[in-house]
């Protein structure tokens, strides 16, 4: 009785115990997905937008079984541990959240192993998406930037339409900025650090139940990185769509904090929606991926995969500590705003850039007798 009673008090050991049980199950699970992958073949390959150092060492691409296997048993643990729950509806969305973690788990591996076309890909990211909003994950309102008031419920049509693309658009952000070793698993593990912050010290009570699957989250991402920063064993293939969906899933429940999510991932949300709009300028699917992204064509331009991943890692840090300093909505909007004209002067720089880097090399070829 009295260990129970501590940890309602104190949910520090509890925190220690979702965030080592992840942590360890992910790290003792990445062996076994290395030795699978080499086995039956199932490794990266160099082509088309594939060309780091890791494509040409054929490194195995079934770290999403570790990140599944690390994430589930983690947040299994945070489901029995006796800490404050303040949801009623708790336990309902999480058999959605671990619902939908089993399909996108399920689709990205097949997808590692079959490599997809887009369709198919699509319609695993939909059912996913679909598990979490019957289960009551879903975004009902929006707190007012100018205002700080909440609006009034959204009608049930436009909360599951926003859910869904939320999701969606959240899954394909991550799985399209998992191009350099390292980037996808530090960005989500900043982003689920912010998350974490805010439901654990920010909110008043508590979001503690909360906050352990924020901790899971951030204990296989953080134990993943240990074999995924550059130069990789190891790369999450499908499971870039897993943590996709565990970061827009986990940004809804416990109440929508949607503005640390959009200053965390601002910069890959903006890429994608970017190269989204140039695919279809040019015919192609949106769903497909090439060597368009930010952090390719900084690679085209010679920099190299460490000072692209850390460089994304500081930008994401720094609007993300925005949410942790202030309360106001105002502020966070205008956050947002500033953010964003960065991130587009950037992208017409670095535009202007690759086009001369292209005609340097063309000249130089030219030259060439």
């Known amino acids: 009785m009295l260990e ?35 086995r039956f073949g199932v490794t990266a390959k160099l082509g088309g937008r594939h060309q780091t150092e890791g ?34 509806n708790e336990l309902m969305r999480f058999i959605g959240l671990m619902l939908g973690t089993l399909v996108i788990f399920i689709v990205g591996l097949l997808d590692d192993i079959f490599t997809f076309s887009s369709l198919p890909q ?40 926003i859910s869904y693309f939320w999701l969606v658009g959240m899954m394909n ?83 929508a904090k949607m503005a640390t999510i959009l200053l965390v991932m601002g910069l890959p949300l903006l890429d994608v929606g970017w190269q989204v709009v140039n695919r279809l300028r040019h015919g192609r699917s949106p769903f497909e991926g090439d060597r368009g992204h930010l952090h390719f064509r900084l690679l085209d331009l010679g920099f190299s995969q460490r000072q692209i991943v850390l460089g994304y890692y500081a930008f994401c840090s720094l609007f993300g500590t925005l949410t942790l300093i202030t309360t106001s909505q105002l502020f966070k909007f205008i956050a947002l705003g500033v953010m964003m004209g960065l991130i587009v002067v950037g992208f017409v720089l670095i535009g202007r850039m690759g086009s001369a880097h292209h005609q340097a090399d063309s000249a130089s070829a030219g030259d060439v007798p």
């Open 4 to 38: 129970i009673a501590s940890l309602e008090h104190s949910p520090l050991i509890a925190y220690g115990i979702v965030f080592l049980a992840a942590f360890v199950i992910t790290l003792l699970l990445i062996p076994v997905a290395q030795q699978l992958g080499q």
């Open 55 to 88: 494509d040409a060492r054929r490194v195995s691409k079934l770290g999403g079984m570790a990140l599944f296997g690390g994430f589930a048993v983690a947040a299994l643990a945070a489901q029995v541990l006796p800490v404050p729950r303040l949801d009623p």
């Open 122 to 161: 699509y319609i695993g990211q939909s059912i996913a998406a679909a598990c979490a909003i019957a289960f009551q994950i879903f975004i009902e309102y929006f707190n007012n930037p100018l205002t700080g008031a909440q609006t009034d419920s959204f009608p049930y049509i436009v909360t599951v339409t």
């Open 173 to 255: 952000t991550m799985n399209f900025l998992d191009g350099l070793d390292g980037l996808a698993a530090g960005v989500t593990l900043i982003a689920g650090l912010m998350l974490f912050i805010n439901s654990a010290f920010r909110v008043e009570p508590a979001q503690v139940s909360v906050s352990l699957l924020h901790l899971a989250l951030i204990g296989t991402a953080a134990g993943f990185l240990l074999y995924n920063f550059y130069p990789a064993r190891i790369f999450m293939g499908g499971g870039a769509l897993l943590l996709g969906y565990l970061l827009g899933s986990l940004s809804i429940i416990g109440g």
